[in-house]
């Protein structure tokens, strides 16, 4: 049971009021791409013990979806951020850096 | 035998007699008594019988830790099983029933399993029953069923009610004991919002029975001064009778609530579920002693030590006249100094130190208690009771050096804290050498949001044995959890504790410590589940090394006990076998709850009605009092036909899709979705949700699209209306409108953000009705107002006009194949439209349609139904939708996808129609089978029916299904078996059945 704010609306939201979506900033793959590149856009997900990006829909608020940049093992909540972008913004990456010194994920650090 | 004594009993009132049942017959108790304590009282020390060899057993403890007294509660509406007898309080009219046995408590046949008990070692679930395999069905399943499980199953709905509580507070202390009154006093006085969960009736825990004084004074005096203060504070909310469940992520904690189980007749909810948020919670759950593993460690009469005393002291009950009490440490003395002040006789205290303990052993000794240092009891006599025990030396294999008789045996193998709560969100343990216990590691709490630690146990659930350092402890822990969150603590005086002088304990896993194995096959660790040391041994020789898989292979520790009295022995024995040390074989998982909480306050208010909100259209009512028989379709119902009297469902549906070809039907379509998708992109937008080409589609004219995921399966499907330039109305399935309105948010807001498009769901801002057959036409026009006819309003259109001065919307759309006309009214108009129509049409012969004649009728026009052709794992190409797929467009979601090879594969099931050679109507869902049998010995298969109905139109049965190469095969054969024996022989035609050409609707 989650606690994220809402980068929108500013409310603490409780899980059950949000919808999860999975991994953020997937780059989607259409056609022309290859077989590879498509197989890893459905399929291949990142499974981290720590510093990971996912998406969250504040569904019974707002409807907003928006990005949370987490650690899966401690709960530890590093922040969140509009998901109209396609990678982390700085204030994030920084925050975690600062909490995790070194860390990676996908081609972010 | 256990009796009532004269003196004690500080929680019962004697001027307060009750009678309650046990096994139908009528025993006496008093007011305040658990359940146990009453049992005791009256000499029933047979109160179950264990899992799995049906052994005869007792009463073990005096809390929430008891594995053996668990009975059934109550009668018809308001039966209970499994409740614990010590955690039960007595109320006059009780009833109560033992547990796993048959025929009788006191005969029970499947104690032959005991007899057979080296037949049934560890893992012999694994082992047996695995052949042969057709024996398992008929014959293995049945026989355990019988044989095994708890209580019975309630078989009447459950007469009580139940609710939900949503709380909100700076600190949640769990536990109303010694320490959890300091830390919640200590974490107030700061200004903090504290809420104190007890799951008991009484505050301060177990030590008003174990003694001490604080500041002087009788410990039992300081927690009713610390309780009364709490009470007058007012940021502090104190309950009794509700347990800490489980502890969850960012500060999320369970309580249970148990409002009336102690007096069934008082009004209101029986159980209340606490939804806490808090920002610390404090965990002071005690701890709980541990059992000693010697043989015939559970007859019935062999007691925890401190139980034993809490039924004294507590309850006034001896649960022996003559005890002898086994230990490892000096709490064991408080029992024998308490036993002996009762005027109960202490024959032996066999203490397995060589020298013996500290000042409560001395003040023992000087009361005339005999004790024997480095004794042991090598075997526990008796059956349904205990007669006697052999003593020997704790040092050896067991031989006798005495036989004492007795009717009791206490025995304490020292203190485990608590940590369950402090463990359900992730908090780590460590190994305390010293007290042999795991107990909370300090460094490694359950984290929150903030990344800090959210738990903070205090006094003995954190390792604190003693009175003193359990104040101490929880008074600094009260302050820390206070002052992480921003409040200041003040600095005050902390109650001082003080008791006796305790010499260190010694960890006793085996007593004897060579025990021969003729003893530890009669030494049990999980007494629930029947599991013995030697179990646990021949696990670890067998090679399960892991905690984990040693748990579900000997079931030790599973079922109610988790964790709390078969644990640390367990693990213990497992280490030793392993050679490996106690620490690095480690714990198995503490999950929530705690101990068992009911289903009811699970499932709170939502029941019967109010299960889940009911969504109604405005004609809803109309259908009610019409004949509705009701379908549930998403969180609507829906009519799936007007039954009149005398007639059936099935009657009701042939007439309704007769009346609707022939002559005249009114549908009610207001739960189909309706998205209006705006804005200058919208066209593009459309473009990629849908397989076909909506951005080319002119104002006015409506098209059928197709809807897919990513993934390339086929999703939704719906009529999509230009309405202006701008402007498209998507209508989509009645339980796909919010689905889609999800969908259509997510790719705009995550990617395609800067496209200019509004979606709005406004499926409930219109009542929709179909008007269909061949005198739809005549109905419209005899309303007046708008041109409905085929030039003004072809098929295929939409206008917007008036209908007897309704304001309406029309589109010619059909899913049934007749002349059609789907005509949207404001919701408020709804139900007043749809009773006109009904009073108009009466001369065109009118009836109003249910969803099972919908379905007919458009599989009669092969018309496919997300949901029954499709589930989720079905392309559009395989349902030969071919014509709705965009060949000029680059890309749409689910393009991509259809491209890769497995969606390709020609060997893909595709849609055929399907007619029975006898008339006869297919089983839903039956498998076409093919030569042959797969590697299970099962038929191999070669397709399945999707769609199946008796069609009144052509006087016979009609489905649809998905064929290998059907298309390919028409006029082929299949045989599709039935459930009951019954082989159905079907012919592979076109999906359209009825008006192939199209030409009844486009008129
Ligand atoms: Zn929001």
Redo the contacts with the bound molecule.
């Keep these: 049971m989650l606690i994220l704010q ?1 980068p ?2 500013g ?1 603490d ?1 409780e899980e059950t009021e949000l919808a999860p979506g999975g991994e953020a900033h997937l780059k989607r793959h259409g056609p022309g791409s290859s077989d590879e590149d498509f197989h890893d856009y459905l399929f291949a997900r990142e499974n981290p013990r720590g510093v990971h990006f996912e998406r969250w829909r ?1 569904a019974n ?2 409807g ?1 979806w928006f990005h949370a940049a987490r650690d899966t093992a401690t709960l530890e909540v590093f922040g969140t951020y509009p998901a109209q972008t396609t990678e982390p913004p700085k204030e994030i990456r920084d925050a975690i850096t600062a909490r995790r010194p070194g860390w990676r994920w996908r081609e972010f650090s | 035998m256990s009796a009532r004594i004269a003196t004690q009993g500080r929680l019962i009132d004697r001027s307060k007699p009750i009678t309650f049942t046990f096994n139908g017959k009528r025993l006496h108790g008093l007011q305040g008594d658990t359940l146990a304590s009453a049992l005791l009282a009256n000499d029933q020390m047979l109160v179950g019988r264990s899992y799995k060899y049906h052994r005869p057993r007792g009463i073990l403890a005096s809390g929430a830790e008891e594995p053996n007294a668990l009975m059934g509660l109550g009668e018809g509406g308001k039966f209970e099983p499994n409740q614990r007898a010590t955690t039960t309080e007595l109320y006059d009219g009780l009833t109560a029933r033992s547990q796993n046995h048959w025929p009788s408590l006191e005969f029970d046949v499947g104690q032959v399993n005991a007899a057979l008990s080296r037949f049934f070692p560890a893992g012999f679930y694994y082992k047996t029953f695995m052949w042969p395999k057709s024996f398992w069905e008929k014959v293995y399943e049945p026989v355990i069923r019988q044989a095994a499980g708890l209580g019975a199953v309630p078989k009447e709905r459950d007469a009580d009610t139940y609710e939900y509580f949503y709380a909100f507070t700076d600190i949640l202390v769990i536990g109303g004991g010694v320490a959890g009154l300091q830390a919640a006093k200590a974490a107030a006085q700061t200004g903090a919002k504290v809420l104190v969960l007890e799951q008991t009736p009484h505050w301060g825990g177990r030590a008003p029975v174990d003694g001490g004084t604080v500041d002087g004074e009788p410990v039992e005096a300081f927690v009713e001064r610390t309780v009364a203060e709490l009470s007058a504070m007012e940021n502090v909310t104190l309950r009794t009778r509700a347990m800490g469940a489980g502890v969850y992520d960012h500060g999320y904690a369970l309580g249970y609530e148990r409002l009336t189980d102690h007096a069934p007749l008082l009004a209101g909810p029986r159980h209340r579920l606490w939804r806490i948020r808090a920002k610390r919670i404090i965990t002071a759950t005690g701890a709980i002693e541990r059992t000693l593993s010697f043989a015939g460690n559970d007859i019935p009469g062999v007691m925890l030590a401190s139980a034993m005393r809490d039924y004294v002291v507590n309850y006034g009950v001896a649960p022996g006249q003559r005890v002898v009490i086994a230990t490892n440490n000096d709490d064991a003395y408080r029992t024998a100094i308490a036993l002996k002040q009762a005027g109960i006789e202490v024959l032996r205290v066999l203490d397995a130190r060589n020298s013996g303990g500290g000042d409560l052993m001395r003040q023992a000794h000087e009361m005339g208690i005999r004790i024997d240092c480095g004794r042991a009891i090598a075997r526990v006599k008796g059956a349904k009771r205990v007669t006697g025990v052999s003593v020997c030396a704790h040092d050896g294999e067991g031989g006798a050096l005495e036989e004492v008789a007795c009717d009791a045996v206490a025995m304490s193998g020292g203190w485990s804290p608590v940590v369950h709560l402090w463990s359900h969100c992730g908090g780590k343990l460590i190994w305390d050498e010293t007290q042999a216990h795991f107990r909370p590691d300090p460094n490694r709490p359950p984290t929150g949001a903030d990344g800090e630690g959210f738990v903070v146990p205090a006094g003995a659930a954190n390792g604190e044995l003693m009175l003193d350092a359990v104040l101490s402890d929880a008074d600094a822990a009260g302050k820390l959890a206070a002052k992480a969150i921003g409040f200041k603590p003040k600095r005050g005086k902390v109650p001082q504790g003080a008791g006796p002088e305790e010499a260190p304990m010694m960890p006793v896993w085996l007593m004897p410590a060579r025990a021969t194995t003729a003893l530890r096959n009669k030494a049990f660790l999980d007494y629930q589940n029947d599991v013995k040391v030697s179990d646990v041994q021949l696990a670890a020789q067998e090679g399960y090394e892991s905690v984990e898989h040693t748990k579900r292979y000997t079931t030790l520790g599973m079922a109610t006990d988790q964790g709390k009295i078969a644990n640390i022995n367990g693990l213990a024995i497992l280490a030793d076998s392993l050679n490996a040390p106690i620490p690095q074989v480690g714990t198995t998982t503490f999950r929530p709850p705690y101990t068992p909480i009911s289903m009811g306050a699970i499932a709170g208010e939502a029941r019967g009605e109010i299960f889940q909100p009911l969504r109604r259209t405005p004609m809803h009512d109309w259908h009610d009092e019409n004949g509705a028989d009701w379908e549930p379709v998403g969180h609507w119902r829906r009519p799936y036909a007007y039954v009149r009297p005398g007639e059936s469902v099935h009657d009701a549906v042939m007439r309704e899709v007769k009346n609707t070809r022939e002559k005249l039907g009114l549908l009610d379509a207001s739960t189909l979705g309706k998205l209006i998708v705006k804005g200058r992109d919208a066209g593009k937008f459309l473009d990629m949700l849908y397989t076909n080409m909506m951005s080319t589609l002119k104002p006015g004219k409506c098209r059928y699209g197709l809807m897919c995921s990513e993934n390339g399966f086929l999703i939704d499907d719906g009529v999509v209306a230009r309405i202006d330039e701008d402007t498209f109305l998507c209508h989509t399935t009645t339980g796909g409108a919010d689905r889609i309105h999800a969908h259509m948010e997510e790719w705009l807001q995550c990617e395609w953000w800067d496209w200019q498009v509004y979606v709005a769901n406004v499926t409930e801002q219109f009542a929709q009705i179909a008007v269909v057959g061949p005198n739809a036409r005549k109905l419209l026009e005899k309303l007046g107002g708008m041109d409905v006819s085929k030039d003004a309003l072809p098929f295929m259109e939409w206008r917007d006009g008036q209908l007897a001065g309704f304001d309406v919307r029309v589109y010619r759309i059909s899913f049934s194949g007749e002349l059609s006309y789907e005509i949207a009214v404001p919701a408020c108009r709804g139900r007043a439209f749809w009773d006109l129509l009904l009073k108009e049409g009466a001369e065109f012969g009118v009836m109003p349609y249910g969803t099972e004649a919908l379905h007919i009728m458009r599989a009669e026009k092969g018309f496919i139904m997300i949901g029954d052709e499709t589930d989720g794992t079905v392309i559009p190409q395989d349902l030969g939708l071919h014509w709705a797929i965009s060949k000029k467009k680059d890309d749409y979601l689910g393009k991509r996808a259809q491209q890769r090879s497995h969606m390709t594969d020609p060997n893909r099931w595709k849609l055929v129609g399907l007619e029975t050679l006898d008339g006869s109507v297919l089983p839903d869902g039956a498998y076409a089978v093919a030569e042959g049998v797969n590697e299970n010995g099962q038929r191999n298969v070669q397709g399945r029916v999707t769609s199946t109905y008796f069609s009144p139109t052509l006087g016979r049965g009609i489905a649809m299904g998905l064929v290998l190469h059907g298309p390919d095969r028409m006029g082929e054969v299949l045989e599709f078996p039935g459930t009951d024996g019954k082989a159905f022989k079907a012919k592979i035609v076109s999906p359209v059945f009825y008006d192939k050409d199209g030409e009844k609707q486009n008129v």
Excluded: Q, W
Aim: aromatic share 12%; with cysteine.
């Design positions: 809402c929108y609306c409310i939201a504040h608020g707002c907003k």
